[in-house]
């Protein structure tokens, strides 16, 4: 939907989010911002059974403040180690983020850990779909026990973040 302006656009911001593997247990998550004042990129390397992030970085390829806004980046030091689990995203808000720290720098980097459980969930409903191809089933049946699956893992890991994930629907919506 186009909103009629009456005065010039002052805000046009991107964030990006983009996965891919490194390697046979890991995956690398990245995400980034552009706007008018900044360009700012967050890099996680995370061991994918445990979800825990072995590397993060940030890069900031402009910001309004110069190395004010780049000292932030030493707080990513205190992302290393976490586990994408629930609980996460207030984590690093309080470790990133704050007067000492940088908001977007926090948003991004729980921008990219978002990434991380459709990505183990691509990987997870490819290896059900080609179990269940092995075995003879109908494409529909290697989607639903895909979705179970993915379902499944949501539940150990970020339990209650969103209506499919939740404690109340459980599996039922999976049919």
């Known amino acids: 939907m186009r909103v009629e302006t009456v005065s010039p656009l002052m805000l046009d911001r991107t964030i990006r989010v983009r996965t891919w593997g490194s ?4 995956f690398v998550l990245e995400s980034r911002m552009r706007d008018h004042e900044h360009h700012m990129v967050v890099t996680l390397t ?4 445990s979800g825990v992030i072995e590397v993060a970085e940030a890069a900031f390829l402009r910001v309004p403040y110069g190395t004010l806004c780049q000292g932030a980046a030493e ?3 205190a ?5 994408i689990k629930s609980g996460f995203s207030k984590r690093v808000h309080r470790l990133v983020g704050g007067p000492e720290g940088c908001s977007h720098l926090a948003h991004l980097v729980v921008e990219a850990a978002r990434g991380f459980l459709p990505t183990v969930g691509k990987e997870l409903m490819a290896a059900v779909g080609d179990a269940c ?3 003879g089933l ?3 049946e290697a989607r639903r026990q895909g979705f179970e699956a993915v379902t ?8 209650n973040s969103c209506i499919a994930y939740s404690a109340k629907s459980g599996k039922d919506h999976l049919g």
Not at 46 to 49: C, R
Not at 79 to 83: E, F, R
Not at 152 to 159: H, W
Request: hydrophobic share 35%.
């Open 138 to 140: 109908p494409a529909e």
């Open 23 to 26: 390697g046979q247990s890991r």
């Open 46 to 49: 995370v061991e994918k059974d």
């Open 152 to 159: 499944e893992l949501a539940l150990k890991r970020i339990p």
């Open 133 to 135: 191809k092995k075995r």
């Open 79 to 83: 992302v290393a180690g976490l586990t």
């Open 75 to 77: 707080y990513m030091a």
